[in-house]
């Protein structure tokens, strides 16, 4: 069954008013809405109760009780995968112990991550690439692979884009955004001092921006046109960051299947061109 959570997330913009506060407290805080009543939900978010009733029938469950069941087997769920593949590095470590531990991080990455995913947001950053003159992507470090990763995909469906590793050619190309330009960023933390540079001065500029960070608050999704976010994980390991670059990825994909969609017929046509353009001679 869907997500309960990721439901509320794609039903969003089409919420009535007093609706909409409710599912954006539930969204907020559904480890506490799991232990309010009709009564508690409604003080906290501001609405009726009979708002309450129409917010959990509008989602597909019978009533409050039904929605408050499958909300707690969400939160459950996920709480439950965190404390299940948590690995901490030691010596000598079991390799089977890695390999659960690795694909259980991955695997609770993603579980949160359709809970977080906003189609909303995912749908106007696929807008915003459509409409632009020039797709100026950022990334470094471990972000870098991803900014490649989207800069491929883009290159090959047609889209105009930059990309460049050095972070000195990042500041400069975007000092040379220009009004209808989109500019890419991707840092997990948000918070990478030269990161932060490029989306300051792409805003300056006049370009849009659309960023793809970590779930919490920071300085660059602050400045965001439209702000994606991957799961913050609390794990003792880190693994070169694979973990938060898998959701990433998963990100990127979502809109390049979309972009694709958009103009099926021209973006097949543009893939079989690159295709047969890179393949090697005579293969």
């Known amino acids: ?25 539930v969204l907020f805080e559904p480890l506490k809405v799991i232990h309010y009543n009709v009564t508690e939900l409604a003080r906290h978010s501001g609405v009726s109760q009979a708002a309450i009733v129409r917010f959990s029938r509008r989602i597909g469950m019978k009533g409050f009780p039904e929605f408050k069941v499958q909300l707690s087997q969400d939160v459950v769920s996920i709480s439950d995968r965190r404390s299940q593949t948590d690995l901490e590095l030691k010596s ?21 991550l359709e809970i977080l995913c906003d189609v909303h947001y995912i749908s106007r950053a696929v807008d915003l690439l459509r409409k632009a003159r020039l797709i100026s992507i950022f990334g470094i470090g471990a972000s870098a692979f991803v900014a490649q990763s989207l800069y491929q995909k883009l290159t090959r469906i047609g889209f105009l884009c930059s990309n460049t590793q050095d972070t000195h050619f990042q500041i400069m190309a975007a000092c040379n955004l220009q009004p209808g330009d989109v500019a890419f960023m991707i840092s997990y933390s948000g918070e990478t001092s030269d ?24 300085a660059i999704l602050a400045l965001a046109d439209v702000a994606l976010r991957v799961p913050s994980m609390e794990q003792t390991y880190r693994t070169g960051a694979s973990v938060p670059i898998v959701s990433q990825i998963a990100i990127i994909d979502m809109i390049y299947f979309l972009l694709v969609s958009k103009n ?9 061109e690159t295709m047969a353009a890179t393949r090697p001679r005579g293969s």
């Open 1 to 25: 069954m869907e997500s309960v959570l990721f439901t509320i997330r794609s039903f969003l913009p089409d919420f009535p008013k007093a609706e909409k506060k409710v599912a954006e407290y």
């Open 92 to 112: 000598d470590m079991d390799p089977a112990q890695v390999v659960k531990g690795v694909i259980g991080g991955i695997q609770s990455s993603l579980d949160k």
């Open 264 to 272: 099926l017929n021209l973006s097949m046509k543009a893939l079989e």
């Open 195 to 218: 990161m932060v540079t490029c989306a300051q001065l792409a805003k300056k500029r006049g370009a849009s921006l659309i960023t793809l960070t970590g779930e919490t608050e920071n």
